[in-house]
């Protein structure tokens, strides 16, 4: 029987060697399904940021130029989610986040867009990103007939990925305390600093604390990195 499409494109992952292979294997995934962009995305604990894909040079050294990653509604909303995600999803209500998307537009990013989170070991995070320009209904039908071999490649090229980079995977973390526990949960919740305060009858202050012991603790970039780390690990349950 002959191969099907899928299995050459994970042959081609589990046989790459090196940063190079991955572009390569990028670059025939956006050819293979007929689509603008192919990006792995893998951002670590010290906020360096690694992967490869079909994006402009002058979109990436623009990116990183401009330090996107803090604004970026992409990273900021896949932090706080465990599943595929359409970006229309997300929220780009902000100025900011406007301004960021009329931007990677301008550069080709395209207007469409599907991101796959990746939960590696000891809280790595990564995205596998797909994007295209087109209507609505066209990118709804496709996403929905992809979504399988999208979320099979997005976990394939991120354990390959943690083959050939294993420096990158953070240690794993300590353990929270009880209170830090406490002040993530009601931040995963959606509580205001002020509220989380208020409901643990604490000064605002000594939340900051526990945020930030929280946040070394888990090798966090943010507080929503954070709060992320800490519900994949099941540190908290909201």
Partial sequence: MAKQPLEFILEELEQADGLEALQR???????????????????????????????????????????YLRVDPVIVGCFQRFHPVDW???????KAARAFQAEAIAYGVGNQGFSVPI??????????????????????????????????????????????????????????????????????MGYSRAQVADTLSISEHTLRVYIESARFKLGALNTTHAVARAMSRGLIVV
């Fill in 25 to 67: 294997a990028s670059e025939q995934i956006r050819d293979h399904y007929g689509i603008d962009h192919v990006v792995y995305h893998w951002v670590d604990s010290a906020g360096d940021q690694y992967g490869c894909g079909t994006y402009s040079d002058a979109w990436r050294e623009r990116y990183l130029e401009q330090n």
């Fill in 88 to 94: 229309k999803r997300l929220d780009w209500s902000s």
């Fill in 119 to 188: 939960r590696g070991p000891n809280g790595q995070f990564a995205l596998f990103t797909i994007s295209h320009s087109c209507n609505d209904d066209t990118w709804a039908n496709w996403t929905e007939t992809h979504r399988r071999d999208l979320i099979l490649i997005a976990h394939d090229f991120n354990q390959k990925a943690l083959e050939l980079e294993p420096d990158r995977t953070p240690e794993q973390s300590q353990a929270l305390s009880p209170r830090e526990v406490d002040a993530m949960t009601l931040l995963a």
